[in-house]
């Protein structure tokens, strides 16, 4: 199914939208209007969207039982939700005139979803629901988006009640994900992509099904998609629902491109806040106008940020999440959970208890004004 479908599947209204991007990506985002037990009405209701995060959909926020879900927990709880994507995931693979099968679409990387992307959803989702603002919640990369894109756009951070990020990344420099074994490649960057390829990375595809039916499903081979899953992002076995494992794997990956895997790398080697890194001193000019590649300003960012972290993430390492912090101005909440990891945050056992009742709560707090 996909995540519209998900959606009705579990007895919820479901909205289905394509929006366009300035530069013509084509995204599909999903809608969940109102929950099972409250009927429509015209009153308006408090705006969310969430985000996923690399290599995911919208259907992070769907994948569990209903009192499991974000996604639905939020409908329950009286808000009016928007579920997001990006380019080049199950939910983006078209553009007003390029090929999905072109270099060119592919080209590439969280810097264009942050300009791009984020935007466009907040003023299509404002638009359509008649409200000035609506709260944000982002996973990993989703978290990345806003803290770029917040960083010099006043004009969106206006738009914006909270940022609540789950397992928050802006500084990878600290991560143990294997991602960062990418590093030592990157002085070829034009070798990485005659090596990989210049288009998708892990693309959800026919294999993917075929593991999530024929090798998820046995007891005795559930653990080898655990380490699939994991691999990237760190183990927290005890927080895996291993009955849900066909449909995580069913979904994700869901693609994203070998340049916005390069670009996490880059960040690691780096350690700095900042975008896409041209391999010169030459091609970062032609870019960028200037030889040296321009950095976020974490520091700018006036939204009120929460922050939920955990200690075992190998992603969003708690060292790097402490620079964050440090640098935030507008920081608002944070709660460290000592033994979580990166994917916790959208599929843990604990994550209703421990994250969204949590987000809720915070949330209450803002609309009453205490």
Known sequence: MNVTEIINYNGYPAEEYNVITDDGYIITIQRIPHGRQISYSSDPKPVFLVQHGLLASSSNWVANLPNESFGFILADKGFDVWLGNVRGNTYGLHHVNLSVDSDAFWDFSWD?????????????????????????AGHSQGSLMAFAELSRN???????????????VAYLGHMKSPLKYLADFLPELEDIFKIFGLRDFL??????????????????????????IFIIDGFDVPQLNMTRLPVYISHTPAGTSVK??????????????????????????????????????ASAINVPVALYWGGNDWLADPDDVKILMQKLTNKWYDKYIEVWEHLDFIWGLDAAPLVYDDIIKKIIQIEDGS
């Open 112 to 136: 264009e979803m942050a300009k791009h992307e984020l935007p466009t959803m907040v003023n299509f989702i404002l638009k359509k629901t008649g409200q000035p603002s609506l709260y944000y």
């Open 154 to 168: 006043q004009d969106l951070a206006k738009k914006i009640k909270a940022v609540f990020a789950l397992g928050p």
């Open 203 to 228: 693309p959800s595809n026919a294999i993917l099904r075929w593991l999530a039916t024929y090798l998820c499903e046995p007891d005795d081979t559930r653990v080898f998609c655990s380490s699939v």
């Open 260 to 297: 916005n895997i390069v670009h996490y790398s880059q960040m690691y080697k780096s350690k700095n806040f900042q975008m896409f890194d041209y391999g010169s001193p030459e091609k970062n000019k032609e870019h960028y106008g200037n030889a040296t590649v321009p950095k976020y300003n």
